[in-house]
Every structure is written in C-alpha cells, then in structure tokens.
Nanobody, 125 residues
Framework: VQLVESGGGSVQAGGSLRLSCVFS???????????MGWFRQAPGKEREGVAA???????RYADSVKGRFTISKDIAKDALYLQMNSLKPEDTAMYYC??????????????????WGQGTQVTVS
C-alpha cells in the first residue's frame, strides 16, 4: 500500500491550496474499501486529524477547518484531495494522507490509520 502526497507549498494568509494523494489500492487493485484521511503535524505538536472520508463518501472535519477545507476523492483518477481555502498561519504544518481498511470508521484519530504517506509541507505566512 502506497500513498504519495503532492500540492504543498507556501501561500499568503487568505489564500488557497489543493493537496492531492495518489493511493495505490485505487490505482492497482481498484479497491475502495478504505477510510481515507488528511492529517497535519506542526513542529513541536502532535499529529492531528484534519478531515476524513469513508467509502460511501461520508465526511468529517476538525472544528478548526470546518467551512474552509473540503476532502474529496476521485477514484477514476486514483486521487484523494484536500481543498484548503482561507488559509491561516496556524494551518502551517506537514500534511499527510492516510488510509485504513476499516472503511466504515470515520475517525480523525491518527492511531486508527494504518497506512501513511510521506507528507507535503504547507506554509502560510
């Protein structure tokens, strides 16, 4: 199982970024039996859940990003997305996508996810 993030970068406060994550299980096995999530970790802080989406496209968001971030997936493109609008300096962190075969379990807890990407840096100034 592989997850590869992209789309991070530097942006001014109020700007937008879209993160992408290519998931090998969609690409090679055409299996959508996973819960997918986006997480972030700022220096000196614990990793925290940002957004999650189940196989049936139910979603969940951290309170800090509700109304600003949107998680989505396009199985045909093997991709998970995180659209981030109205970015704030406190959104600065390394962002990770993750997957877990408990496809029904809409969790934002990092411990509930078994597969992780390497991360992409987002810096908001």
């Amino acid at each position: 199982v592989q997850l590869v993030e992209s789309g991070g970068g530097s942006v001014q406060a109020g700007g937008s970024l879209r993160l992408s994550c290519v998931f090998s299980e969609w690409k090679y096995k055409h299996s959508d039996m996973y819960c997918m999530g986006w997480f972030r970790q700022a220096p000196g802080k614990e990793r925290e859940g940002v957004a999650a989406i189940t196989s049936d496209r139910s979603t969940r968001y951290a309170d800090s990003v509700k109304g600003r971030f949107t998680i989505s997936k396009d199985i045909a493109k093997d991709a998970l997305y995180l659209q981030m609008n109205s970015l704030k300096p406190e959104d600065t962190a390394m962002y990770y996508c993750a997957a877990d075969p408990k496809w029904w379990h809409l969790s934002l807890a990092p411990a509930d996810f078994g597969f992780w990407g390497q991360g992409t840096q987002v810096t908001v100034s």
